[in-house]
């Protein structure tokens, strides 16, 4: 690099991408020089809580991660922006619940499982490895590698077998996000899926099938992630967990009025009872827009009935030039958050609950990027413009995979201590 300084992202291959990430730094924050940025990326755990993944990916070129690729999150992009490691998410939609639904959604969840560890196990070993364990996290960064760690979004994918809670665990996931869009067996969403049939509150929080998921989550080890559920299923869970929970990517409620965001007196409660809130770059968790959030469901609707789909399947939707043609137009119409309003999340967060309750989430690859942080190449931009608020290098180690990672620390000292 320029300044001489040895960084762990090294030389940074992709020299293209490292221009635009400093670039999109350079003229926000003045005062902050980019080796100092550099220097601190070099020095912290930088941990995204939440990036998705496709079904086909490592199995099609498009979604090879060792590749420059037009996904938010690769290699190359995470060597750029100088991020460390990622939780990459093993996400299924949620269906009507049927047995046959039930096999298709372990079915899928067992795909992007086995193309996680595929990444991590035959086809890049030497750039990322596969994280169970905290210290395992630091391992793998202290070889000079990428952190993959697994994270399961909706519990739905574990039907009503118990016993597939542990399986996951086996696999590599965990922290399991309890709901998604649309009821489940095991609690209730932030947002009812009507073509379900979901009405407002199915279980009133956390069903009994629930309460015996969260047991076993605690036993095995695995993080309860209340990102997504309602706020009764949301309070019940985190007071049902022995261990502390985490919000894997959600909002600020009082500065972004969605249902999916969290009120202060949700973010109090994670707080009190040890938890981690991992603010999300997704620009409808930032700032309220509902005329953009109108019209980027409307889009999506269009594109599902043109092609036969499910108006939930975001997978395949996303992937169309009528999304990315009809998307560009959108952010043109409606701008999208900036980095310098997400961060504004993560101050409200830090005043409200404390440095120790605070972390950071992309949602790349299924939904999220702000201006200014639009993939991973761009990560530097986020300490940037901590840095430029006063943010002190302790503190954005926290932020950025202290406080997520003394949490994992403390649910795997539970589940150690009640093992028989």
């Known amino acids: 690099m320029a300044c001489g300084i040895q960084f762990k992202f090294n030389t940074l291959m992709v020299s293209a991408l490292v221009l635009a990430g400093l670039t999109a730094c350079e003229g926000d924050t003045e005062k902050v020089s980019v080796s100092d940025v550099m220097e601190i990326h070099d020095r912290v755990i930088t941990l995204d809580s939440h990036v998705d993944i496709s079904s086909d990916y490592t199995y099609k070129p498009a979604f090879d991660p060792g590749h420059l690729t037009s996904m938010k999150v690769d290699l190359?992009?995470?060597?750029?922006?100088?991020?460390?490691?990622?939780?990459?998410?093993?996400?299924?939609?949620?269906?009507?619940?049927?047995?046959?639904?039930?096999?298709?959604?372990?079915?899928?969840?067992l795909r992007k499982f086995d193309a996680i560890h595929r990444m991590t196990d035959e086809l890049y070993p030497d750039r990322i490895g596969l994280a169970f364990s905290p210290q395992e996290v630091r391992d793998i960064i202290d070889s000079g590698r990428k952190v993959a760690v697994i994270g399961i979004e909706n519990g739905y994918v574990i039907g009503t077998d118990l016993d597939l809670v542990e399986d996951y665990y086996n696999r590599g996931a965990r922290y399991m996000t309890l709901a998604h869009n649309g009821h489940n067996d095991i609690c209730d969403s932030a947002q009812p899926k009507e073509d379900f049939?979901?009405?407002?509150?199915?279980?009133?929080?956390?069903?009994?099938?629930?309460?015996?998921?969260?047991?076993?989550?605690?036993?095995?080890?695995?993080?309860?992630?209340?990102?997504h559920v309602s706020q009764d299923c949301m309070v019940q869970a985190v007071n049902l967990s022995r261990a502390p929970?985490?919000?894997?990517?959600?909002?600020?409620?009082?500065?972004?009025?969605?249902?999916r965001n969290l009120t202060d007196e949700q973010m109090k409660l994670l707080a009190a009872r040890g938890g981690v809130m991992q603010l999300v770059a997704y620009t409808g968790f930032v700032k309220a827009d509902?005329?953009?959030?109108?019209?980027?469901?409307a889009l999506m609707q269009k594109i599902a009935?043109?092609?036969?789909?499910?108006?939930?399947?975001?997978?395949?939707?996303?992937?169309?030039?009528?999304?990315?043609?009809?998307?560009?137009?959108?952010?043109?119409?409606?701008?999208?958050?900036?980095?310098?309003?997400?961060?504004?999340?993560?101050?409200?967060?830090?005043?409200?609950?404390?440095?120790?309750?605070?972390?950071?989430?992309?949602?790349?690859?299924?939904?999220?990027?702000?201006t200014g942080w639009d993939d991973a190449s761009e990560s530097l931009s986020v300490t940037r413009?901590?840095?430029?608020?006063?943010?002190?290098?302790?503190?954005?180690?926290?932020?950025?995979?202290?406080?997520?990672?003394?949490?994992?620390e403390e649910v795997d000292r539970i589940a150690r201590e009640s093992a028989p």
């Open 76 to 109: 190359p992009k995470m060597v750029a922006g100088g991020l460390d490691g990622a939780f990459f998410i093993v996400y299924v939609g949620q269906t009507k619940r049927t047995p046959e639904n039930y096999a298709a959604a372990k079915a899928l969840a």
């Open 197 to 227: 049939g979901d009405v407002a509150a199915e279980h009133g929080g956390v069903s009994d099938f629930g309460k015996q998921v969260i047991g076993e989550m605690n036993r095995v080890g695995m993080m309860v992630d209340i990102s």
């Open 245 to 259: 929970a985490i919000a894997s990517h959600s909002g600020v409620r009082a500065l972004a009025d969605h249902p």
């Open 290 to 297: 509902p005329a953009r959030n109108q019209a980027e469901e």
């Open 305 to 370: 009935a043109e092609n036969g789909w499910a108006a939930n399947d975001y997978e395949k939707i996303e992937l169309t030039p009528a999304w990315k043609t009809g998307h560009a137009a959108l952010d043109r119409k409606y701008p999208i958050a900036t980095v310098a309003e997400f961060v504004d999340q993560i101050d409200y967060a830090v005043k409200l609950i404390g440095i120790d309750h605070v972390g950071i989430s992309s949602d790349f690859d299924g939904g999220g990027g702000i």
């Open 385 to 408: 413009e901590l840095l430029s608020r006063g943010y002190s290098e302790a503190d954005i180690a926290k932020i950025w995979g202290g406080n997520l990672l003394r949490v994992w």
